[in-house]
């Protein structure tokens, strides 16, 4: 079975802070996507990686895939409100696309 | 160009009642996926279906299924509803098993 290990679950910052949230696995993906899922909407796409080590910049948003394929970083700088959402990681592993639990980031102005 | 588009956007039913939720992909992309999204559970994989076909299928049971036409859009159907059938039901959309792109879900409340 494939898991994939989003942390932390929540996080509450000031806007203007800096965020980190995690995806890890023990298992090796052939890409790994991140999105942004509003309340009651559907998950949006931000960034697909594919490449180990590949990093990927979307304004203030940082995406690295690990060396090995099994981890990825998203990283926020100088959060904004507009952030607040619900994170998500997935890996695609053979034809299946495997999501994280989730990051509720919440940024108070 | 046109994302993924689902209906109903909102469907409210009681237990042991059937539903059918509806889904067109972004033109050209002939996989369609479903997932299911309850409250505290992340978003689990129910169907995936492509050409046509039923290619693989969640831990869910047999009461949930669905079926691809051959202009790609889908529908999914539940059978005999229960109150933990209550989710937020997205439709996902991609060229072969490449990105997946997302509608905007379908919410079901199972009184």
């Known amino acids: 079975t494939q898991l994939l290990e989003q942390s932390p679950q929540f996080l509450s910052i000031q806007e203007g802070e800096n965020l980190t949230v995690y995806c890890n696995s023990s298992?090796?993906?052939?890409?790994l996507q991140w999105y942004r899922q509003e309340p009651g909407e559907g998950p949006v796409l931000l960034v697909t990686?594919?490449?180990?080590?590949e990093v990927k910049k979307l304004k203030r948003l940082t995406f690295q895939f690990g060396d090995a394929r099994k981890d990825s970083s998203l990283h926020i700088t100088a959060a904004q409100p507009g952030d607040t959402g619900l994170y998500l990681c997935?890996?695609?592993?053979?034809?299946?696309?495997?999501f994280g639990a989730g990051t509720i980031l919440r940024v108070k102005s | 160009e046109a994302g993924v588009t689902q209906s109903p956007t909102h469907l409210i039913k009681t237990r042991g009642q059937q539903v059918t939720l509806r889904c067109s992909p972004i033109?050209?992309?002939?996989?369609v996926y479903w997932y299911q999204q309850a409250l505290g559970l992340g978003l689990q994989f129910l169907l995936w279906?492509?050409?046509?076909?039923?290619?693989n299928r969640g831990n869910f049971p047999p009461r949930f299924s669905g079926r691809q036409f051959p202009n790609y859009s889908s529908e999914l159907n539940v059978n005999a509803l229960e109150l933990e059938d209550s989710a937020l039901y997205l439709c996902?959309?991609?060229?072969?098993?490449?990105?997946?792109?997302f509608g905007p879900g379908t919410r079901l409340t199972v009184l």
């Open positions: 996902a959309s991609s060229l072969g098993t490449d990105t997946q792109y």
């Open positions: 298992s090796v993906f052939s890409s």
């Open positions: 990686v594919v490449t180990g080590g």
């Open positions: 997935a890996g695609a592993y053979g034809n299946k696309l495997v």
């Open positions: 033109s050209g992309h002939t996989s």
């Open positions: 279906y492509d050409e046509g076909e039923e290619r």
